[in-house]
């Protein structure tokens, strides 16, 4: 939910309709709420609950006009349902999609890149359930560093971070099977291309996007 992840589903939305003018294009409101607390501290630290902030949002986006919403924030997809429930308008589920889109390449083993409360909260392994789907997690060290690299990282602007550990839990779930590394946190996209890691990936706010055309009217490219 932080501002250079709803930049990037934004971007991506626009990127990937096929639009030869603007007229083309599905319309989109966004409302970049920063008020809404960070959800792994609601999640794991009994932090303050972002519901509220969250619902604000979706009633607002509601009331100007929006057919449904979209959350370019894995971790918050834990309140998906708190969220669905106080609006008349469908809340598409980035988790949901994202599974969609591995069982259509086949993928039988992912390693899960996210924050610590969306591994912790396992929303992932709840949605995946009876996929015939195996989700790997990085071990302690890995999961750190992965949370370093979004935190101090991405979000803290920090261009030239030390990315070796994250590399290394990468290799490790490599070896140990995994197809495709899904990037289980909007911030991760972003870090992907900022820190060149090199990686057979899915990004979830890429399917999120062409979701989100799909259900719009729109045409993908």
Known sequence: M?????VDLFNKIVLNTKAARDQEHIR???????NIPDRTKAILENGEDPVKEL??????LSKMGADFLIMPCNTAHYFHSKVQKKVNIPVLNMLQITLNALKEQGITKAGLL???????????????EGSDIELLCPE?????AVMNM????????????????????IK???????QVMILGCTELPLAVKMYNLDCVSIDPTLELAKEAIRVAGGELI
């Open 140 to 144: 302690k060290e890995g999961q750190k």
């Open 172 to 178: 490790d779930l490599e070896s140990k099977g995994a």
């Open 114 to 128: 996210a924050t610590d409360g969306t591994i912790q909260s396992g929303i992932y392994k709840t949605t995946f």
């Open 150 to 169: 979004i935190y101090k990282g991405v979000k803290a602007g920090v261009k030239d971070l030390d990315t070796a550990e994250v590399e290394k839990a």
């Open 2 to 6: 932080g501002p250079l992840a709803t």
């Open 55 to 60: 619902v604000k949002s979706a009633k607002r």
């Open 28 to 34: 989109v409101v966004v409302d970049n709420n920063t």
